[in-house]
């Protein structure tokens, strides 16, 4: 079984700051890692994945994530955040088995202030 | 280019009524599955399908149906509406239903159903 846990559910920082979104998750076999934005009154998007190779991902507007095998972690970072971040940010992780099926952690709302 | 179409937007419900969720997408994906999101959930499977006449079960199935007669349609049933199923559902869709490890998800806008 697979899971994971995003250990904030909300996130504020200032315009130009750094954050980082916090995921840890749990399986009994090989991940596979993303994180998906969700913006206001809309569908969720792709940010970015980590099948396998490098552990830092780099993804779309700025966003980068580092997979951490011995934490079993997939945190979120941006080095200089914008209004235009604030959405809501799912990290998810699939086992990679055939039709596999994809497990949501619970959210985090990144809300950027000017 | 459309992607994936979900309708209605916003819809009201009484307890013990039925209605469908329609969901569509013209991207010829074999993958499609609906979510239901809820506050401090996450996002949960319902039911997914692999390819046209193939349905299984997800995370939270009980008071839903879903058939797949085609490959660009996948309606969500709701048989007898209850308050539980107050929620914001979304339906999405992969190119390949081998794996989604390499073909991502894509997400209609979402449907919010009320039930009082």
């Known amino acids: 079984a697979q899971s994971v846990t995003q250990l904030d559910s909300q996130v504020p920082v200032f315009e130009e700051a750094p954050v980082e979104l916090r995921c840890n998750y749990s399986s009994s076999v090989s991940v596979y890692l993303f994180w998906y934005v969700q913006y206001p009154n809309q569908g969720l998007q792709l940010l970015l994945k980590?099948?396998?190779?490098?552990?830092l991902v780099k993804g779309i507007n700025g966003f980068e994530a580092e997979f951490n095998k011995s934490q079993t972690s997939f945190h979120l970072r941006k080095p200089s955040v914008h209004i235009s971040d604030t959405a809501e940010y799912f990290c998810a992780v699939s086992d990679g088995t055939s039709y596999g099926k994809l497990t949501f952690g619970q959210g985090t709302i990144l809300t950027v202030h000017p | 280019n459309a992607g994936v179409t979900q309708t209605p937007k916003f819809q009201v419900l009484k307890t013990g009524q039925s209605m469908t969720l329609q969901c569509a997408q013209d991207?010829?994906?074999?993958?499609m599955s609906w979510y239901r999101q809820d506050p401090g959930m996450g996002l949960r499977l319902i039911h997914y399908?692999?390819?046209?006449?193939?349905?299984d079960q997800g995370e939270v199935p009980n008071g839903y149906n879903v058939s797949r007669s085609t490959t660009e349609d996948f309606p969500l049933r709701l048989l007898s509406a209850a308050p539980s199923q107050t929620s914001v559902y979304f339906c999405?869709?992969?190119?390949?239903?081998?794996?989604?490890?390499?073909?991502?998800?894509?997400f209609g806008n979402g449907t919010r159903l009320t039930v009082t």
């Open positions: 991207m010829n994906h074999e993958y």
């Open positions: 399908s692999v390819g046209a006449g193939i349905t």
């Open positions: 980590y099948l396998s190779g490098s552990t």
């Open positions: 999405a869709s992969s190119y390949s239903g081998d794996t989604l490890v390499n073909s991502p998800l894509h």
